[in-house]
């Protein structure tokens, strides 16, 4: 499948772990993602079936496996990159499936495809990722303010 490599380097960079079941279908869903990057927005695909249709296991499988993997990477105490991919995100909690998934697929599109041949609906939705970042930075920033009037 084209751009799985990618998918692979830019999750071991990230600090997931290739020995872990939950790594190859993270690259899977990645590289599906790739392809039609709109699909996950515009037609709810879903991803995790096609997943598991692809690599022959089941839904349930493919989730449970791709939510180990982000959690042991999110639990590391140096991965740093993969905090700074969600700031909304707390410490404790890692980002959902999706949002994961959604993020890194537009990263890794980034990062690969010529300026010229990037699909038009990576930049709007990497535009809602900002906004929804700032939108976040904005809610800490009044919910701190306001509880250092009350005290």
């Known amino acids: 499948m084209k751009g799985l490599t990618e998918s692979k380097i830019y999750l071991a960079h990230l ?9 190859g279908y993270l690259a899977y869903a990645l590289a599906l993602l790739r392809e039609d990057p709109m699909s996950l927005y515009c037609r709810n695909v879903n991803f995790i079936g096609a997943v598991a249709d692809g690599c022959g296991v089941s839904p349930d499988c493919v989730r449970r ?4 993997s982000l ?8 991965n ?3 905090r700074a991919l969600f700031p ?3 410490g404790e909690f890692p980002p959902s499936l999706g949002e994961f998934i959604a993020r890194a697929a537009i990263d890794i599109d980034l990062k690969h ?15 809602g990722f ?6 976040v930075h904005s809610a800490r920033s ?3 303010g306001a509880l250092s009037a009350v005290r």
Do not use: D, H, K
């Open 71 to 78: 959690n042991t990477a999110w639990t590391m105490p140096a």
């Open 142 to 144: 009044n919910r701190v």
């Open 88 to 90: 909304g995100a707390s």
């Open 15 to 23: 600090g997931f772990f290739p020995q872990q079941n939950g790594f």
């Open 113 to 127: 495809r010529p300026e010229n041949m990037r699909l038009p609906g990576v930049r709007l939705i990497r535009q």
């Open 65 to 68: 496996c791709m939510c180990y």
């Open 130 to 135: 900002e906004a929804s970042r700032a939108a």
């Open 80 to 82: 740093a990159e993969l």
